[in-house]
C-alpha cells in the first residue's frame, strides 16, 4: 500500500537516493536539498511503501515577468520515481496530491515542464497557448493549469523559476 505524506525530517535520505536514481545525477536532488534549506519548497511529498520512500515531487512558487497581482504560482519539479519502482502510479499519485495541495494553499496556477504525453492527463497543457512563456526557451514541454478557473485569462508574460534551479543546472 502507497501512502503519500508530506517529507519528514528522516526521508531526507530517501529521498536524495530516489531523486539521483530517477534522473541519474545528483542536479535534481541537490535542487531538493538546496530549495528546502532555503525553505521554498511549498509542498514536498512522499511516497512510502512499507516504511520505503519510492517516490517524491517538490512544488516551489514560480513569478511572473512583467509582475503580475493576480499570479500565485507553482511549479512542479523535480518529480522523480526510479524506474526499479514497480508499483503503478506513484507519480500519478504524487501530482495529483501535490496540486490539491497547493490549491489549498492559495496558489492558482501550476507550471511543468516536462513530457506531453505524461502531464495532459493531470490538466496540463501548452502554457503558450494561455501566453505564458519560460526562461528555458521551451514552448512544446511547458505547461500550465489553471488551479482556479480563469486565472490565467488576463495574465501573460514569462514563468521564472526560484534562482536555484540556474544555480543547480536545473
Ligand atoms: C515520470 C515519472 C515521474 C512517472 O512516474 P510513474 O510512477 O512511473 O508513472 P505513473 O505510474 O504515474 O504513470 C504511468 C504512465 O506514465 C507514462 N510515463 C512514465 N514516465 C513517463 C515519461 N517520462 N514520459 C512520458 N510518459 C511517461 C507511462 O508510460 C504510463 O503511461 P500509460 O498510463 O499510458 O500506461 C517517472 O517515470 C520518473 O521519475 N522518470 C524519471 C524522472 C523524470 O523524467 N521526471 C519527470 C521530469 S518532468
Given at each position: 500500500m502507497i501512502d503519500i505524506r508530506s517529507e519528514r525530517s528522516e526521508d531526507v535520505g530517501g529521498i536524495a537516493d530516489v531523486v539521483q536514481k530517477a534522473f541519474?545525477?545528483?542536479?535534481?536532488?541537490?535542487?531538493?536539498?538546496?530549495?528546502?534549506?532555503?525553505?521554498?519548497?511549498?509542498?514536498?511529498?512522499?511516497?512510502?511503501?512499507?516504511?520505503?520512500?519510492?517516490?517524491?515531487?517538490?512544488?516551489?512558487?514560480?513569478?511572473?515577468?512583467?509582475?503580475?497581482?493576480?499570479?500565485?504560482?507553482v511549479g512542479l519539479a523535480p518529480l522523480s520515481v526510479p524506474a526499479e519502482i514497480k508499483a503503478r502510479w506513484v507519480g500519478s499519485k504524487l501530482v495529483r496530491e501535490g496540486l490539491n495541495r497547493c490549491a489549498l494553499a492559495g496558489y492558482n496556477v501550476a507550471v511543468v515542464l516536462g513530457s506531453t504525453r505524461y502531464y495532459p492527463r493531470f490538466g496540463?497543457?501548452?502554457?503558450?497557448?494561455?501566453?505564458?512563456?519560460?526562461?528555458?526557451?521551451?514552448?512544446?514541454?511547458?505547461?500550465?493549469m489553471e488551479l482556479i478557473r480563469g486565472a490565467l485569462a488576463r495574465v501573460s508574460g514569462t514563468v521564472k523559476y526560484q534562482p536555484e534551479f540556474q544555480e543547480t543546472n536545473c
Amino acid at each position: 500500500m502507497i501512502d503519500i505524506r508530506s517529507e519528514r525530517s528522516e526521508d531526507v535520505g530517501g529521498i536524495a537516493d530516489v531523486v539521483q536514481k530517477a534522473f541519474g545525477g545528483s542536479d535534481e536532488a541537490n535542487l531538493v536539498r538546496i530549495l528546502r534549506d532555503a525553505n521554498k519548497a511549498v509542498v514536498s511529498l512522499v511516497a512510502v511503501d512499507n516504511g520505503r520512500v519510492v517516490g517524491h515531487a517538490m512544488f516551489s512558487e514560480v513569478f511572473i515577468d512583467p509582475p503580475h497581482e493576480s499570479f500565485e504560482g507553482v511549479g512542479l519539479a523535480p518529480l522523480s520515481v526510479p524506474a526499479e519502482i514497480k508499483a503503478r502510479w506513484v507519480g500519478s499519485k504524487l501530482v495529483r496530491e501535490g496540486l490539491n495541495r497547493c490549491a489549498l494553499a492559495g496558489y492558482n496556477v501550476a507550471v511543468v515542464l516536462g513530457s506531453t504525453r505524461y502531464y495532459p492527463r493531470f490538466g496540463f497543457s501548452r502554457a503558450s497557448d494561455f501566453g505564458l512563456g519560460n526562461e528555458y526557451g521551451e514552448v512544446e514541454h511547458f505547461m500550465a493549469m489553471e488551479l482556479i478557473r480563469g486565472a490565467l485569462a488576463r495574465v501573460s508574460g514569462t514563468v521564472k523559476y526560484q534562482p536555484e534551479f540556474q544555480e543547480t543546472n536545473c
